[in-house]
Nanobody, 114 residues
Framework: EVQLVESGGGLVEPGGSLRLSCATS????????MYWVRQAPGKELEWVAD???????YYGDSVKGRFIISRDNAKSILYLQLNKVKTEDTAMYYC????????RGQGTQVTVSS
C-alpha cells in the first residue's frame, strides 16, 4: 500500500522559511518522480514542483527562486524548503506521485501571516 505522510507545516511570517517533509512507503521511491502540489482555500489544486529519480528539479512560476525541492532516496523522504514565503503561499501542501495529485498524502497546512 502506497503511503505518503507530510509534516512540517505551520504558521510562518511573510519572508520567513519552513521545511516540509514527506515520508513514503509501499513503493520504490527511488525510481519515481515525486511532486509537491498545494491547494489554497477556494482554489484548485496547483502543481508546485517536482523532482526526478536522479534529482532534476522543476518549479512552478509562482515559487521559482524561492522554494527548493529535494529528496533522500536512502530514506524515501521528499522535502520542500519554502523560503521568502508570501501570504499567497498559504495552502494545504501535499506530496504526490503525480502532477495532478491523484495519489497524494493527507497534507500539511502552511499559513503565512503576520
Amino acid at each position: 500500500e502506497v503511503q505518503l505522510v507530510e509534516s512540517g507545516g505551520g504558521l510562518v511570517e511573510p519572508g520567513g522559511s519552513l521545511r516540509l517533509s514527506c515520508a513514503t512507503s509501499g513503493f520504490s521511491f527511488d525510481f519515481h518522480t515525486m511532486y509537491w502540489v498545494r491547494q489554497a482555500p477556494g482554489k484548485e489544486l496547483e502543481w508546485v514542483a517536482d523532482i526526478s529519480d536522479v534529482g532534476s528539479a522543476y518549479y512552478g512560476d509562482s515559487v521559482k527562486g524561492r522554494f527548493i525541492i529535494s529528496r533522500d532516496n536512502a530514506k524515501s523522504i521528499l522535502y520542500l524548503q519554502l523560503n521568502k514565503v508570501k501570504t499567497e503561499d498559504t495552502a494545504m501542501y501535499y506530496c504526490a506521485r503525480d502532477r495532478y495529485g491523484n495519489v497524494r498524502g493527507q497534507g500539511t497546512q502552511v499559513t503565512v501571516s503576520s
